[in-house]
């Protein structure tokens, strides 16, 4: 199972970035999106399609439907800069799927 | 609150074998499916296997299956990964992650910081 992601999205502080995942159905399957800061680890924003853990800000959302994914983050930071990677849980493989994942810039 | 801590990495010449560790703390260890996930230089995320919670089940991505084993040894908090067989390929930053769902194995929430592996004669 192959997860496309752009490489790169560029946005300007306070307008809204959208970071797209294309899967064969995605829909049907639960998406998760991890951001990723320089020599950090990744840390998990979205799970189950759109909730967020505790202490991620309601800046972020996600939506799935059809063969598309997507993050939204609204009123974008200069700290939302980062890579930001989408996964899923493929059942016919028993494996864990990552997209190549998406440098947003803050321009 | 959760803290996963790596070690075990380091420079190992192609052919040979290294075993990773991971500590686990803040958290019910024997109630969660345990992932590694690893991440070579200037590249992107590449889950490698999984665990679950009581060691019964694992998974492995295709390029290290019968050269990687995953366990875990729930009395001490522990997550392991024996590599064999290394490849140059295999040279990355593998970090161990706990799964967010209780007694399932789904996916990584909370990661460790990693723990650099370099495969090189």
């Known amino acids: 199972y192959v997860l496309t992601q752009p490489p790169s999205v560029s946005v300007a502080p306070g307008k809204t970035a959208r970071i797209t995942c294309g899967g064969n159905n995605i829909g049907y399957k639960s998406v998760y999106w991890y951001q990723q800061k320089p020599g950090q680890a990744p840390v998990l924003v979205i799970y189950y399609d759109n909730d967020r853990p505790s202490g991620i800000p309601e800046r972020f959302s996600g939506s799935n439907s059809g063969n598309m994914a997507t993050l939204t983050i609204t009123r974008v930071e200069a700290g939302d800069e980062a890579d930001y990677f989408c996964?899923?849980?493929?059942?016919?493989?028993?494996?864990?799927?990552f997209g190549g994942g998406t440098k947003l810039t803050v321009l | 609150q959760v803290q996963l801590v790596e070690s075990g990495g380091g420079v190992v010449q192609p052919g040979r074998s290294l075993r990773l560790s991971c500590a686990a703390s803040?958290?019910?260890?024997?109630?969660?499916?345990m992932h590694w996930v690893r991440q070579a230089p200037g590249k992107g995320l590449e889950w490698v296997a999984v665990v679950s919670y009581d060691g019964a089940n694992k998974y492995f991505e295709d390029s290290v299956k019968g050269r990687f084993t995953i366990s875990r040894d729930n009395s001490k908090n522990t997550l392991y990964l024996q590599m064999d067989s290394l490849r140059a390929e295999d040279t990355a930053v593998y970090y161990c992650?706990?799964?967010?769902?209780?007694?399932?194995?789904?996916?990584?929430?909370?990661w460790g910081q990693g723990t650099l592996v370099i495969v090189s004669s």
């Open positions: 803040g958290f019910t260890f024997s109630n969660y499916g």
């Open positions: 996964q899923v849980w493929d059942s016919s493989g028993d494996h864990v799927v």
């Open positions: 992650a706990k799964d967010l769902t209780v007694r399932g194995v789904t996916v990584p929430d909370y």
